[in-house]
C-alpha cells in the first residue's frame, strides 16, 4: 500500500493482492521506520456506516472506510473511494483510496507485477 500526501489531502494506493487482503481481513497495514520512530498507516473497515474518514494519533494514519462503500470498491471495477472530512474550523481533508495500475512510463517498476491491467492511463 503506497501513501501520499499532499498539502490537506492523502492518497492511499492499493495493489490486486493488497485489495483482496483488504476484502479478507477488513484491515490493512505498513510501517515506515525512521530509526527513533515510526510512522503506520492503516486502512480499515469502519462499521459505524458513516463517511470515508481519518485520523493521527500515536505516529498512526488510519483511514476508515464504511461497509458498504469497502465491499462494493473491493468486489467491482470501481477505481477509488473519495471524501472530504470537514474539521470545525472550517478547514477540511480529501481522501482517496484507489486501486494500484500498472505504471506505463515504468514498465520494470517492481510494482507492476502485482498492479492492475492498465491500458490508457500514465503513472
Not at 500515536?58 to 483511514?63: A, F, K, M, S, T
Amino acid at each position: 500500500m503506497k501513501l501520499r500526501v499532499r498539502g490537506n489531502s492523502i492518497r492511499l494506493r492499493l495493489l490486486r493482492g493488497e485489495v483482496a487482503e483488504f476484502a479478507a481481513n477488513g484491515t490493512l497495514r505498513e510501517t515506515v521506520n525512521f530509526g527513533a520512530a515510526n510512522l503506520t498507516y492503516i486502512l480499515q473497515v469502519a462499521d459505524d456506516g458513516g463517511d470515508l474518514s481519518a485520523k493521527f494519533a500515536d505516529n498512526q494514519i488510519v483511514v476508515s472506510v464504511p461497509t458498504a462503500m469497502a465491499r462494493e470498491w473491493t468486489e467491482t471495477e470501481s477505481v477509488g473511494l473519495a471524501g472530504e472530512q470537514k474539521f470545525a474550523d472550517g478547514e477540511f481533508l480529501k481522501i482517496l483510496v484507489e486501486k494500484d495500475f500498472v505504471c506505463l512510463d515504468r514498465i520494470a517498476d517492481e510494482d507492476n507485477q502485482d498492479a492492475y491491467p492498465n491500458t490508457s492511463h500514465k503513472c
